[in-house]
């Protein structure tokens, strides 16, 4: 079961822009704990009038507007799905459908980049980078706002989960996990094994210190082939049932080619770790997160490579900086 965060601010489960500078990009875990906050902060709360988008934002106009509709979310993998659900208007279960008035749920897709999150407030204290807002009927109304510092972030109206990527690594592990493995074949899986951990059409919500930290537990070279690392894993390891424990690592076999190239792959199963490696930063919930009190503490004390004194980095091929120790370059 996942760990929620309690708090009272309209704010946890949010890296300050600050953090961002370190940790690069949100991932998975992130884009969920965006979504627990949501349906927390938005649970019984009634949203009205248009939903409303900055005159400096490049992404599209949201064309949803209701006198009384509710919000939730979900997420998978990179991805966040608000639904803007109306209410009925009467005891007779008729919706309201005036004028412009929406009848139907819309959802709306967003993508966070490197800097976006969600963020409950009232309406004096809208962020200054909010580019998109979702008013309450209440008054005085409070606002949901994204929240995007840099604008590489994004939302697509009357969206859904973009093809191109893979199932989550959360919450799809058999999908996810059969994903890869029935593609080993393919050429994507002739790259380093730490650029293949960033190929979303595989590995949908492992970025830059995901990557790390699973590479480091596995003491896996970051620039061996992706194909060696993974080959001889198995399709089904009859795990996705089990309440994963913090940082358990499961010993298994070494598949003999990854022996012939090197492949320290001492202890666990990769494909395993991008399911529970995840979950640990969610189990943190919104200690490592809380812009009040700037206090990242507990993330902070989680990381065991990634910005960890003592580790060393490279850019890949790709330009990203990969964090890893230097024993896991040795054959």
């Known amino acids: 079961m996942l760990v929620k965060s309690t708090g009272s601010t309209g704010s946890y ?109 009232s309406e004096d204290e809208v962020p200054k980078h909010a580019h998109l807002r979702f008013y309450t009927k209440e008054k005085p109304c409070r606002v949901l706002s994204f929240v995007d510092a840099r604008r590489f972030g994004s939302w697509q109206p009357n969206g859904t989960w ?41 590995f949908n919500g492992i970025g830059n210190y995901l990557r790390a930290e699973i590479l480091y537990r596995l003491n896996i070279p970051p620039f061996v082939c992706a194909r060696d690392a993974l080959e001889g894993l198995q399709s089904d390891d009859g795990f996705e049932d089990r309440k994963p424990l913090k940082n358990e690592i499961t010993n298994t076999k070494t ?32 200690k490592g997160y809380d812009p009040e009190k700037l206090d990242y503490s507990a993330f902070k004390a989680w990381l065991q490579c990634y910005y960890v004194d003592g580790m060393k980095s490279i850019s890949d091929h790709n330009g990203r900086t990969m964090w890893f120790k230097v024993s896991q370059f040795d054959n």
């Open 162 to 202: 973009q093809p191109n990527r893979g199932p989550c690594i959360m919450f799809e592990y058999k999908s996810f996990r059969e994903n890869v493995l029935s593609h080993l074949s393919d050429r994507a899986f002739d790259r380093p094994i730490c650029e293949v951990l960033l190929n979303q059409k595989y």
């Open 255 to 286: 598949p003999e080619r990854a022996k012939k190239k090197g492949i320290k792959q001492e202890t666990g199963d990769l494909l395993r770790l991008c399911y529970t490696v995840p979950l640990e930063v969610v189990g943190l919930g919104g």
């Open 13 to 121: 489960f949010v890296i300050a822009h600050s953090f961002y500078c370190c940790i690069k990009m949100p991932e998975g875990p992130e884009l969920h704990l965006a979504s627990l906050y949501v349906n927390k902060m938005c649970d019984g709360v009634v949203f009205s009038g248009p939903v409303i988008k900055s005159e400096v934002s490049k992404n599209p106009e949201v064309a949803f507007t209701c006198e009384s509709y509710r919000v939730t979310a979900a997420s998978r993998g990179k991805e966040v799905k608000l639904t803007l659900m109306p209410m009925k208007s009467d005891d007779n279960g008729e919706q309201r459908s005036k004028g412009e008035q929406a009848d139907q749920p819309m959802d709306i897709v967003f993508r966070f980049g490197m800097s976006g999150y969600f963020r409950f407030t």
